[in-house]
């Protein structure tokens, strides 16, 4: 009875083994079997094919396919799984016969005898290297996505059911945050107004199903300080190019496109009343010259309202003058000029009217006087331009004050600010379009004209206006050094 006891133990042995044989040989991984001190016990035809020995050279070393560096830290946790500890696996770097190496994904278990004492460990290994490899270009090509979309100089935000996920420096100063982490974790809605929530979340919800680059949108865009811009946008869907799904919606500022455009179109419009108004001056100038040498003689006879005729004539005639300058300006010759001095003609000048309209010029003046270089006639044009008007605003009376800064030795600043009914914000950047006029009878040709003398003397002319407090006009001309 032992006897056959015996016989069927050791049968189940060899059955036992050859399924463990069989196992191990079958299967895909590399199979290595060591002791508690690391010595190879057996391995499997995956690892001789893996690590490049055979069998009979590996059996009775210790740990041959560690690194001699790593021999210690996996006896050690060696050590820690017999004492029970979990081990969930690892990745890590393996040797081949000849010393190169490749990235492992390791697997321990212990092997326990009858009573539960562990007396070996199988280690399962599987080759890893081509997935490494993946890896590493993957996270290269992120890296490189991310430099790139960093240094782009057009504004990019990455973003995911509407959270920003990313933002570049040209997107983050765009928005109006001080750093990317002003504007990542916000919503991307919140920098548009609600109107527009519904073509965009169209346009986010086409990209994403038919994988298309959408078309440049203009819209409104509202900055973290609620200054709004005027932008484009198109958007992209990248499936994984920051380890999840996302859309990339480029935004461009129009503000200096919009700026060109319209210069172009007021070029346009100006070219246009130019090549008129020649062709108008030059058919009223002759008459023009006719009617006044008539009426000069009829002056010589005492004949009553020549003065008046004439007075109005040369009204016409200062209007045509206006004409011309839009059709060609003169070339002029700069001299150097006291702006103080061009000033206080021009309220002389303008005294008379001012009493008529019960308004009072008064002339502050800031800094040094320096001179300027200009044609005195045509400063002192665009002064008398903007005082006329000032006077006219205020129906009622009040003051009309002329200031005179120098705010550096390249700069001199004139301001004309009258206490008038102001100018509401959405008509300012109308001001200076030919033919438009906040006066019921004004053709808008004298602020243009201002304009263009101010342009053609490399200075800026600026509106600011309160509704209700008045108005300002600033002049910033140029210095002599």
């Not at 050590?79 to 321990?108: D, H, M, Q």
């Not at 997935?131 to 270009?137: D, L, N, P, V």
């Not at 200054?227 to 200096?256: A, C, N, W």
Request: proline share 4%.
């Amino acid at each position: 009875m032992d006897l056959q006891l015996t016989r069927d133990e050791t049968i189940s042995l060899l059955r036992t083994k050859q399924l463990m044989d069989s196992f191990m040989n079958l299967t895909s991984d590399s199979i290595v079997v060591v002791n508690l001190d690391g010595t190879v016990l057996d391995v499997n035809r995956k690892f001789e094919e893996l690590h490049g020995w055979a069998k009979e050279e590996v059996i009775g070393k210790v740990l041959p396919m560690t690194p001699e560096d790593q021999k210690e830290e996996v006896l050690r946790l060696y050590k820690r799984i017999a004492e029970g500890e979990p081990y969930a696996g690892v990745e890590t770097i393996k040797l081949r016969n000849g010393g190169s190496t490749f990235y492992a994904s390791v697997t321990i278990s212990p092997i326990k005898d009858e009573r539960g004492n562990v007396v070996a460990f199988v280690g399962v290994e599987r080759d890893i290297t081509d997935r490494k490899r993946a890896e590493s270009r993957l996270m290269e090509r992120e890296r490189q996505f991310r430099r790139v979309l960093k240094l782009s100089p057009e504004a990019i935000v990455l973003h995911r059911d509407g959270i920003i996920h990313f933002v570049n420096d040209a997107g983050y100063k765009l928005l109006g945050g001080s750093c990317s982490e002003d504007i990542m974790g916000r919503s991307l809605m919140e920098f548009f107004d609600t109107s527009d929530f519904p073509v965009l979340q169209d346009r986010f919800n086409h990209i994403v199903q038919s994988d298309e680059c959408s078309e440049f949108l203009e819209i409104k865009l509202k900055r973290i300080d609620d200054t709004v811009l005027d932008v484009e946008v198109s958007s992209i869907y990248v499936h994984k190019q920051m380890g999840f799904p996302l859309i990339q919606t480029v935004i461009r500022d129009m503000t200096d496109r919009k700026k060109e455009e319209e210069w172009v179109r007021r070029s346009e419009k100006l070219s246009i009343i130019g090549q008129l108004a020649a062709g108008v001056a030059h058919e009223i100038r002759n008459p023009l010259t006719s009617l006044k040498g008539f009426i000069q003689l009829l002056r010589a006879k005492d004949t009553p309202y020549t003065e008046i005729m004439l007075e109005e004539l040369d009204r016409i005639n200062s209007i045509v003058n206006e004409f011309m300058t839009i059709a060609k300006p003169h070339a002029v010759t700069y001299s150097a000029c006291n702006l103080q001095s061009l000033l206080d003609s021009v309220i002389k000048f303008m005294q008379p009217q001012a009493m008529l309209y019960n308004v009072d010029i008064q002339l502050e003046t800031k800094g040094v006087a320096r001179l300027i270089p200009c044609e005195p006639n045509q400063i002192k044009q665009v002064v008398i331009n903007l005082v006329k008007n000032a006077i006219e605003a205020m129906l009622s009376g009040g003051i009309v004050t002329i200031s005179l800064e120098v705010v550096s030795d390249e700069r001199a600043v004139i301001r004309v600010a009258d206490q008038g009914a102001g100018i509401p914000e959405d008509k300012l950047p109308q001001l200076g379009e030919p033919f438009y006029s906040t006066k019921s009878t004004g053709t808008g040709l004298g602020l243009m004209v201002c304009q263009r003398i101010v342009e053609a003397h490399k200075g800026n002319i600026s509106i600011a206006s309160t509704v209700g407090q008045g108005t300002t006009v600033t002049i910033e001309l140029p210095c002599y050094r």
